[in-house]
């Protein structure tokens, strides 16, 4: 009786782990948001006259590993262009934590 009660903790055990495991997945997932070129996006912070621009590339820096001494690239952000009130053609790199989609 005590090994059968033992067996059924431990696959309760399991069950709530896998399921706990599987939720912690799907949350994370849902939070992760991949941009491409030629998608809209708009600067996500409250400012007036925030244009709607659109992804041209993403952007990366070479730095070197001081460890290895290897070039590694590192990513700086994504590079959007958009058209300011004078009808200038406009182009900078934006962190994707200051970007959300149109």
């Given at each position: 009786?005590?090994?059968?009660?033992?067996?059924?903790?431990?696959?309760?055990?399991?069950?709530?782990?896998?399921n706990?495991?599987?939720?912690?997945?799907?949350?994370l997932?849902?939070?992760?948001?991949?941009?491409?070129?030629?998608?809209?996006?708009?600067?996500?912070?409250?400012?007036?006259?925030?244009?709607i621009?659109?992804?041209?590339?993403?952007?990366?820096?070479?730095?070197?590993?001081?460890?290895?001494?290897?070039?590694?690239?590192v990513?700086?952000?994504?590079?959007?262009?958009?058209?300011?009130?004078?009808?200038?053609?406009?182009?900078?790199?934006?962190?994707?934590?200051?970007?959300?989609?149109?």
């Amino acid at each position: 009786m005590f090994v059968f009660l033992r067996l059924f903790l431990f696959v309760a055990l399991l069950k709530r782990m896998f399921n706990f495991k599987i939720m912690n997945m799907n949350a994370l997932n849902e939070s992760v948001i991949y941009y491409a070129p030629g998608q809209l996006v708009r600067v996500r912070h409250e400012v007036e006259n925030r244009p709607i621009m659109w992804i041209v590339e993403k952007s990366s820096r070479n730095m070197r590993n001081p460890n290895t001494n290897e070039v590694e690239p590192v990513f700086q952000g994504m590079k959007c262009r958009w058209f300011d009130t004078n009808m200038n053609l406009q182009e900078s790199i934006f962190n994707t934590k200051d970007l959300e989609l149109v």
